[in-house]
Structure formats: C-alpha cells, structure tokens
C-alpha cells in the first residue's frame, strides 16, 4: 500500500464495518475494473458489546485482504463521540490532498447513529476545504470530483436511491468479507432465523428485485449523475 498515485475511488466509514455492509458490492466491482480504491475509517468503532480493538484490528485485516482494496487508514478519531469539528475537518481534507479520489463515498445524511450523521457532514466540509487554496493544510488544493453516499444505516427508512448497482456476481464475496466482522454481525446476535445475515440478503434481493438482477446496491447523491456512457444501463 506504498503506492502514492491517486485514489480513483475513496470510500470513508465513521466505522470499520460501515463500508463493507453500504457497498462491498461496489467495492469489488471497481476493483475488477481496476480502479484504485481506498477505504479511509474514520473511527476504530470500539468499544462494542462482542469486540476489542484487536479483534477490531484482526477482523478489518481479512476483511480488507477479500476486498482487495489498495489503501486503508484509519482517522482515529473517537467513536460514539465523532463530530464535524474544525479540527477533524482539517485532517480529513489533508487525507483528500494526499490520496487525490476523484470520488468519495460517504454514509447517506439521514440516520440514526450520530456518527454517521457526523461523519456525512465532516466529508462534505472537507471535501470543500480541501480546494482552498491559501490554507493552512498539507499538500496542493484539491477538489474531488463528487460525494456519493452509500445506504449503511441505523433506522428504519425506506431509501429512495439515485441508483442501483448490480452485485450478483459479487454477492457471495460481499458476504465472506461481511462475516469477517464476526463480533459486530454473528457473536451474541440471535442465531434463528431471519439472522442479520439473512436480512442483508433479503434486502441485497430486493434492490436486485428494484432493477431485474439477483442482488442490488443503491446509492444516491446530492448533486446530479453524470454518466460517459449508456453502456452501463440494465
Ligand atoms: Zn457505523
């Protein structure tokens, strides 16, 4: 992961388990395609009820190892407590600079954990600090190109996405990389049926369902879509 050429793909997590559960799928896709992508965590997600920070540590390794994604950091700043504050804003866009994404990933904005909610508005900040020039932040001005947002999220919502993507064929890697995560989704959690795992595929099912595929992710985005081709339409 020395590599210092610039992202193609930033995907940011307040957790370590958010971007894998929101679009693994996606992930996996842009890997194929041979994107570079990057997961950046923002927190270490501890403590939680099942983990530790070094089953945390241990779990996102493997994780990461299925996804095959080119560089992962993580912020470290805190959980439970994370906030958009000038501080964090600063070290985030100083990551932009660094890793250059032409694309950032972030939670969508509604949600029910508060770190989730902070975690869209710091990416948000900070992708726009990043551009200013006459700063006080590491490196050259840079503006990634455009936030999309990922559905990981603490609430009983029924999104309505810009779009779908088709993980069919991704699914079952989706899934390994999600079992990683032993003490967030399988330790201490009900083992009857519908177990979280099932959940997840009912609902990858049913976005595929949205769109005529297996399995879907969607998406959305606060800005509008800009396709090169209608190549990639289903
Ligand atoms: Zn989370």
Not at 21 to 37: D, H, P, Q, S, T
Not at 49 to 75: F, K, M, Q, Y
Not at 105 to 112: E, H, I, S, T
Not at 194 to 200: H, I
Request: a neutral charge.
């Amino acid at each position: 992961m020395s590599d210092t050429s610039p992202l193609d793909v930033l995907v940011i997590a307040p957790h370590p388990d958010d971007a894998k559960l929101g679009m693994a799928g996606a992930i996996l896709k842009f890997k194929a395609e041979g994107r570079r992508v990057g997961i950046l965590d923002l927190t270490s997600g501890e403590p939680t009820p099942h983990g530790s920070p070094e089953i945390r540590a241990r779990e996102t390794a493997t994780a990461t190892a299925i996804l095959g994604v080119d560089w992962r950091e993580n912020l470290g700043l805190p959980n439970r407590r994370l906030e958009a504050t000038l501080d964090a804003r600063a070290k985030l866009a100083n990551v932009f600079r660094r890793t250059r994404p032409a694309w950032l990933f972030a939670p969508y904005w509604v949600d029910a954990h508060p770190d989730h909610v902070a975690a869209t508005e710091l990416v948000e900040a900070a992708r726009f600090w990043s551009k200013l020039t006459k700063s006080d932040l590491e490196g050259e001005p840079f503006h990634p190109r455009r936030i999309y947002n990922y559905y990981c999220v603490h609430l009983k919502l029924t999104p309505q996405p810009a779009f779908i993507l088709d993980i069919s064929a991704q699914w079952e890697a989706k899934l390994a990389a999600i079992r990683c995560y032993e003490s967030q989704f399988i330790t201490g959690r009900p083992s009857d049926s519908p177990t979280f795992l099932d959940q997840l595929r009912d609902e990858a099912a049913y976005w595929g369902k949205a769109i005529g595929t297996r399995y879907g992710e969607p998406f959305t985005c606060r800005e509008p879509i800009g396709m090169s081709s209608m190549g990639s339409l289903v």
